[in-house]
């Protein structure tokens, strides 16, 4: 992707905002079971207008513009004449940036031709500008539905895989490159750099060249042995026959899911967890089931990527030299697998605090939510939410220690140390004697805002204790050195 960073991130919704947009998708999914297409795609794109980042909006809004044409890959038979002024606004908003427009402008392009290669190839550079590598990686595997093959739409998603640490689905993708350009010095590279690290399945490779599924490449290509199936069968038939009697019981398409995915199966547990909503009115353990469904691989790709960053460290305290070089130099280097790692990180924490909101809004007399909420907050760098969810959950007693602590870095990051010091007193005064974890870090905290503030006896005095329990605590030895000379000099 060839776009920079989004100098503005993608708005988070209002509460006013997510509850106008769930109405609105509640609403269309009725429609389109009715089969008011028109009506629903309209619905949805005000949902994908007011929450970009929703990947189950906008998948919901791709099926149902195929489902209006009847899946004939063409789209309206007067597209040609209808789309190139929405394209035009496209190429311009891209250009100049403002990347939500474009968004607009693409999907405009789409209610009239769900297919169209180049409007999905733009928007899938406006998703990576905005940092939403999920929907580009969907908008890019959608357009394959169509052009399985073809080299350049292969290339882009190829890299998309690459960058979030899917590297068996990259190797696919790289392969079909090099098959329809046999002197890509590029994919003959990266086919045999990854092949080295992944292994693809006959009846993978080949659903994925032949393009026979919507979505190939992103788990749905599931050749598993004959005795595997009638296992999972075996499982699966007295649930589908208890959902058959009783459609509106949620915990039986939990059951149903959590059955596939022990099977290796995440899409059709996506499949029960979204057929499931209607019939249960949206149930909220469903919603919740289908944000961690695709959590899942996303922290799979992030196991991965800390294997390697290992790999490459266990290399380094070989060698005499503090960076050893690959063998392979189409190898991922250190840094650049920091770099993914602290990607997925991101993208990661970005989820949960999606998934957190949702349990702290349904459960509001749940503090353990709140706090998990401001924690995530906190590591996105959004310290004002943060503060507010944690001071919420304060009011907890049996959770006061551990909002205390995380209100204090807030505060301390806000530079400060008076809040902070008093969170860090009050959660080093409410934790319990079995967080003693908790209680060092307090000490800590506390010792060291001391120093930084120039209380050096003070500071001696949370270190001594500090060190008392644990002398090797974040180098506390050391430090109580260093402050007893500076108050020796003071």
């Keep these: 992707m060839s776009e920079q960073p989004a100098t503005n991130p993608v708005p988070t919704p209002t509460a006013e905002q997510r509850r106008i947009a769930h109405e609105n998708f509640t609403k269309a999914k009725q429609l389109i079971a009715e089969g008011g297409y028109d009506y629903a795609i309209e619905l949805l794109l005000t949902c994908c207008r007011l929450h970009p980042a929703n990947l189950e909006y906008r998948r919901t809004l791709r099926k149902t513009q195929k489902d209006k044409y009847g899946n004939n890959l063409r789209g309206s038979r007067l597209a040609f004449l209808t789309t190139p002024r929405w394209k035009a606004k496209l190429k311009v908003a891209k250009r100049n940036r403002d990347y939500l427009k474009a968004l607009e402008y693409a999907e405009q392009v789409l209610c009239r031709n769900p297919w169209d290669l180049g409007t999905q190839m733009d928007m899938a550079e406006v998703f990576d500008a905005l940092g939403l590598s999920d929907l580009a990686v969907f908008t890019l595997d959608q357009a394959r539905q169509k052009y399985p093959k073809d080299p350049t739409l292969n290339r882009a998603l190829a890299r998309q895989f690459e960058k979030r640490g899917d590297f068996q689905g990259a190797m696919v993708l790289w392969q079909l490159v090099r098959e329809a350009i046999p002197t890509d010095v590029e994919a003959a590279h990266k086919a045999k750099d990854l092949a080295a690290s992944a292994t693809i399945q006959k009846g993978q490779y080949e659903e994925a060249a032949a393009g026979t599924k919507e979505s190939p490449v992103l788990g749905r290509i599931e050749a598993r042995a004959v005795e595997k199936q009638d296992k999972l069968a075996r499982e699966a038939e007295p649930l589908l026959k208890r959902i058959e009697a009783d459609p509106t019981e949620p915990a039986l398409y939990l059951q149903l899911a959590s059955v596939y995915r022990r099977h290796g199966q995440p899409e059709r ?78 993208e990661i924490n970005a989820r949960e605090i999606e998934l957190f909101r949702m349990k702290a809004d349904r459960f509001p007399n749940d503090y353990s939510h709140r706090i998990e909420l401001g924690i995530r907050l906190y590591h996105a760098d959004r310290i004002d939410e943060a503060i507010a969810e944690l001071q919420q959950a304060r009011r907890d ?94």
């Excluded at 992030?302 to 050893?324: F, M, N």
């Excluded at 307090?442 to 060291?448: N, R």
């Design 269 to 346: 547990a996506r499949d029960v967890l979204q057929r499931g909503l209607g019939p249960t009115g949206n149930a909220f353990p469903l919603q919740l089931e289908l944000l961690e469904l695709d959590l899942a691989p996303v922290r799979k790709n992030l196991e991965h990527t800390e294997a390697r960053i290992r790999k490459w460290q266990g290399r380094a305290a070989t060698t005499e030299t503090d960076a050893p070089t690959s063998p392979d130099p189409d190898e991922m280097s250190l840094e650049e697998l920091h770099a993914l790692r602290a990607k997925l990180l991101k």
């Design 397 to 490: 007693e049996r959770l006061k220690w551990r909002a205390a602590l995380w209100l204090g870095l807030c505060f301390k990051k806000r530079n400060n140390w008076r809040l902070a010091q008093r969170n860090f007193e009050e959660g080093l005064a409410a934790v319990p004697d079995t967080e003693e974890a908790t209680k060092k870090e307090l000490l800590f905290q506390l010792a060291s805002g001391a120093a930084e503030n120039g209380d050096w006896p003070r500071a001696l005095d949370l270190g001594h204790e500090l060190a008392n329990l644990d002398f090797n605590f974040k180098n506390i030895g050391k430090l109580l050195d260093e402050w007893n000379d500076r108050l020796q000099s003071a």
